[in-house]
């Protein structure tokens, strides 16, 4: 499995950004997707997930009503639309897969993308 996140950039405060994760090399279908970040001396962190279908979501409460998830299985793609961003969410963003069912831990990930970097200025 190959993941491909992109759409990472620089942003102000209260501006949108949509990123992009392209996957491949396996059935797309068969995996839950999971958008993480990690800030700066910080630990990896859960912002988001989908299930197989896209019939189940969850967030982070640091990004509820902020953040949305969504897939594409007819192109193999992974979205996160952020709205109203703030500083804290300044972080790199990676997406990742597993099989099966959707989770918050990061550790049950077996793919990872190679990580986009969001930057918000106040």
């Known amino acids: 499995v190959q993941l491909q996140a992109s759409g990472g950039g620089l942003v102000q405060a209260g501006g949108s950004l949509r990123l992009t994760c392209a996957f491949s090399?396996?059935?797309?279908?068969?995996?839950?997707l999971g958008w993480f970040r990690q800030a700066p001396g910080k630990e990896r962190e859960f912002v988001a997930g989908?299930?197989?279908?896209?019939?189940?979501?969850n967030y982070a409460d640091s990004v509820k009503g902020r953040f949305t998830i969504s897939r594409d299985n007819a192109e193999n793609t992974v979205y996160l639309q952020m709205n109203s961003l703030k500083p804290d969410d300044t972080a790199v963003y990676f997406c990742?897969?597993?099989?099966?069912?959707?989770?918050?831990?990061?550790?049950?990930?077996?793919?990872w993308g190679q990580g986009t970097l969001v930057t918000v200025s106040s």
């Open positions: 990742a897969a597993r099989l099966f069912y959707l989770s918050d831990a990061a550790g049950s990930y077996n793919f």
């Open positions: 090399g396996r059935t797309f279908s068969g995996f839950a």
């Open positions: 989908i299930s197989r279908a896209g019939d189940i979501t």
